[in-house]
């Protein structure tokens, strides 16, 4: 039988120990320290979506602090079409203004426009030639735009609808943006998402028939996002770590504990005499341009790899309430030592790599099936609102240690 992992590694590498053993050569407050600075480092750089120059400037701190590592670092361009000085919004009775956010992407020939129109029930049957479209009902929260959602535009617009608006229906009622590949073509009209409170005052409008002005502010401007990798050779297995690094707006508790841990592991492995790959990608929520372009570079190959693990969305945040136990994707031959390590940080393993989301289902489509995929939901995600309020900072600092000690098991 072949040993997968090393109980006594895991437990010198400081399960169950004081947090300072589990820090290597740094104190447990010196650890903390650091987390904290990188979260907050993050959260500072504002909005992170790709693009964008927070987005641009994260990747280039990412690039800097793997450079301090000692590792080889390669930081690739990919260029996109994007939107700066986003200003969206509906105006009722030209007096009461709706904020809104665009969903990517918009025709370049409607940004800056304004769309006056009869308010209308997407549902009606009859609806009015130039109408500004209402979804009657917020639509269920998922993080992906899916064909369903692409077909009703689709029908809209084929029925004389000038523009669309609709809600998200989630715990906090905000506006909350659906991740859209940026290689598919653009909607062929503006849609713009509001809050379900503004949603329920749209809707009282089109009972009367009023005329609303839809205006989608900014300017269509060429970009670029980033894949940041860095590298150690070796002989032996390698270790793969991966995550985001954007998102549709500050992303603080989405994204900022995937990038602390990912800057804390790099740290680590570059001490150990391990091989290993770090992987940051851009363009996550435009079709994960960032990962597809990881996944073409010459990576170690599956057979390779002795652990990749992939640092998602909303690592250590205090979950919704009745969402149930924290769930993360493995492989079975990884259940153990992930249950010995990680404790409440997976209190459910799930086996299906292939029904994951985001890129965990991805990197295992693409053969890698020793693979850790963290991933999920929180009370602001994809919502401007998430500034990092929700995340478990001592959960998270544990969960550092936890992941070291599972590295230890697995290559020990």
Known sequence: MTILWNRRRILQAGVGLPLAACASDRAATNLTSLIDQDLNRFIGMGIHRSGSAGDIETAGWIENELRATGLKVRRDAISIDTISDIAAAITLDATQEINAFPQFMPLAQSIGQTIRGSLATASSRSLPSGAIAIIDKPIPPGAYWTPKHQAAIDSLARRGAAAVAYAVDTPRGSVFCLNRDARDAPLPIPVL????????????????????????????????????????????????????????????????????????????????????????????????????????????????????????????????????????????????????????????????????RGETGQIFAAGYQRLLGFGSGHETFHMPEDLGENIDRPRLVRLDGQLKALIAGVFG
């Open 193 to 356: 998402i509001v809050s379900t409170r503004d949603l329920s005052l749209l809707l009282q409008h089109t009972d009367r028939n009023r005329i609303g002005a839809l205006t989608l502010g900014g300017r269509s401007v060429k970009s670029a996002t980033y894949m940041v990798a860095a590298r150690k050779s070796g002989p032996g297995r390698h270790l793969i770590v991966s995550t985001p690094l954007s998102g549709w707006f500050v992303c603080g508790a989405e994204r900022g504990p995937g990038i602390a841990l990912f800057l804390s592991l790099a740290r680590y492995a570059a001490r150990q005499n391990l091989p290993c790959t770090f992987l940051s990608t851009g363009g996550h929520e435009i079709g994960h341009l960032g990962m597809d372009a990881a996944l073409a570079s010459e990576l170690p190959g599956p057979s390779d790899t002795g652990l990749w693990i992939h640092l998602g969305a909303s690592i250590a945040t205090y979950p919704i309430p009745d969402t149930g136990p924290t769930r993360v994707f493995a492989p079975d031959s990884l259940k153990d030592v992930i249950a010995q390590t990680l404790g409440e940080n997976a209190q459910v393993i799930d086996n299906n790599l292939a029904a994951a």
